[in-house]
């Protein structure tokens, strides 16, 4: 596949891993390579940016210093510290792998790659990323950012959309990885995706290995990667309210074990294709509890999801009778204990937009 000569092979390496020791971005997992960081790092910075990820990987480790103390934390505790990054499967995930790895190797990450993968919510890149940050072992790590690089690089006309791509750029940046210090050579291709080799303005002139880019050579650059279009994602519309009992306390519920947003807490909610007509008593024969609902909606929260659009509309209602039982996953919180319950962004942009709104504050 590579149209590079074996002297590029050689020299490519070399100039990109010296370029980073230089200017290379500095970040708090960076600052040793245990394993147990490299990993967190990696699976917080999936589909999310590296400023977002900071605070959160910082306040993380405060909590969890050590695998053993992460493995034995209670659910709700990690999906609190993970609030806002959103993908919860991630952490939950993590958590499951790093018990196994805790039980059966005394909390010490495997060094063999196939042992690797087999745990949990561990793919190829972050196998390939774990290994040679912290092992120093010359495994590809491919993610955007290398598939950006490297059809650049190359030329590779490969659909990175396609599963089977992958395998492609394996196998490339396997003949050009540094043998010597995999680990600064896959930080080298990151850091070059994220600040040189961006999407739409590279900037070539700053690029380290510019002698070695076919497409910067034939001014072709923007043509890469290869990527068909995504699938639209689907628009959903729900309401929601926040709902509060005598003693002022707030109802909440808590999502299924499974799906979307698994075991985290909302505000009591009703789903639609459409708008709904009458949101109140909509919300009421929805919700078939005792509660009043204002008609008057304080306003919409829109969140989007990788596959998914909501539309919140968030209304207010108060219970108007203790006479009755709530059902398993529903209960009444107090403001303060809220605070330490795991919601989803979107809820989170509701209770702002209700604070906003009592506080007489709201944007007309």
Not at 93 to 111: F, H, R, S, W
Request: proline share 6%; net charge neutral.
């Amino acid at each position: 596949m590579s149209n590079w000569s074996e002297q590029e092979k050689q020299q490519f390496p070399d100039n990109l891993v010296t370029w980073y020791e230089d200017e290379k971005r500095e970040l708090p997992w960076r600052e040793n390579r245990d394993p147990y960081r490299v990993w967190v790092s990696e699976i917080m910075l999936q589909q999310t940016q590296v400023d977002t990820v900071i605070p959160y990987f910082e306040r993380f480790m405060t909590l969890f210093p050590t695998m053993h103390i992460f493995a034995e934390a209670p659910e709700e505790l990690i999906l609190k510290a993970w609030e806002g990054l959103g993908y919860y499967s991630r952490v939950r995930n993590l958590q499951t792998a790093m018990k196994e790895v805790v039980e059966l190797y005394d909390g010490i990450v495997p060094t063999d790659k196939e042992t690797v993968l087999a745990l949990k919510g561990v793919g190829p890149y972050t196998a390939g990323a774990i290994l040679s940050i912290a092992y120093n072992q010359p495994e590809p790590a491919v993610d955007g950012n290398v598939y950006r690089v490297y059809s650049r690089l190359m030329e590779i006309e490969d659909d990175i959309a396609k599963a089977k791509t992958r395998k492609v750029f394996e196998k490339v940046v396997a003949e050009t990885i540094s043998q010597t210090n995999p680990g600064a050579f896959n930080q080298a291709l990151m850091d070059l995706g994220a600040t040189i080799c961006t999407p739409k303005n590279p900037k070539c002139a700053a690029c380290p290995v510019a002698q070695y880019c076919r497409s910067h050579a034939s001014g072709t650059m923007l043509n890469f990667p290869v990527k068909t279009k995504k699938i639209k994602t689907k628009q959903r519309y729900l309401v929601t309210a926040i709902i509060q009992n005598n003693a002022g306390e707030i109802l909440v519920q808590q999502r299924p074990e499974t799906g979307l947003l698994a075991n985290m807490w909302m505000f009591p909610s009703i789903e639609a294709d459409k708008p709904f007509a009458d949101l109140a008593t909509s919300f009421k024969i929805g919700l078939d509890l005792p509660v009043y609902v204002n008609q008057e909606s304080l306003g919409q929260v829109k969140h989007v999801f990788s596959h998914l659009k909501w539309e919140v509309e968030t209304l207010t209602g108060i219970i108007t009778t203790d006479e009755f039982k709530l059902p398993e996953n529903y209960r009444f919180v107090s403001i303060t204990a809220m605070k330490h319950l795991p919601f989803p962004v979107p809820y989170q942009k509701v209770w702002q937009l209700y604070l906003k709104t009592r506080s007489g504050m709201r944007d007309e």
